[in-house]
């Protein structure tokens, strides 16, 4: 089976074409460094990627900053099939308290997120 893809790993986007038949025998072309041959391969394998999002604001919060949700990102890659049960676990998560980007602000099903700016 062949796939065509585009690797994600930096802005470059290169095309990537990515040959398999079983797990020990996948061969990835197309990419201009070595992290492309390793996101064809998870393509194939095990697709992962990282979550962002936003979780709510308290009203104390959203008045003060004027905003009523935060941007998040998880703080490593996630499973596609579980991209969606993590962002339905992130809908109870409310920022009550001033923070800095980086900061972690959830930790939902194991992954734990990051806020994406600061709220100080
Ligand atoms: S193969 Fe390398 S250079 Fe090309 S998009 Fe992926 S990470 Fe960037």
């Known amino acids: ?8 790993s930096c802005p470059k986007g290169c095309s ?22 390793e996101f064809g391969v998870s393509e194939v394998l095990h697709p992962v990627r990282f979550l ?7 009203d ?8 009523g949700r ?3 990102i998880s703080e490593k890659r ?7 049960k993590v962002s339905l676990a ?5 920022i009550s308290e001033p923070l800095s980007v980086g900061d972690r602000v959830a ?6 997120f990051a806020a994406s700016c600061s709220l100080i």
Do not use: Q, W
Request: a negative charge.
């Open 1 to 8: 089976m062949t796939l065509s893809l585009t690797c994600v």
């Open 16 to 37: 990537l074409l990515v040959k398999y038949d079983s797990a020990d025998a996948i061969e990835v072309s197309g990419n201009s460094c070595p992290k492309g041959k």
């Open 52 to 58: 962002t999002t936003t979780v709510a604001l308290s």
């Open 60 to 67: 104390e919060m959203a008045k003060l900053f004027h905003a």
């Open 70 to 72: 935060l941007p998040v």
């Open 78 to 84: 996630i499973p596609r099939e579980d991209m969606v």
């Open 90 to 94: 992130l809908k109870g998560v409310v």
């Open 107 to 112: 930790s939902v099903m194991g992954y734990d």
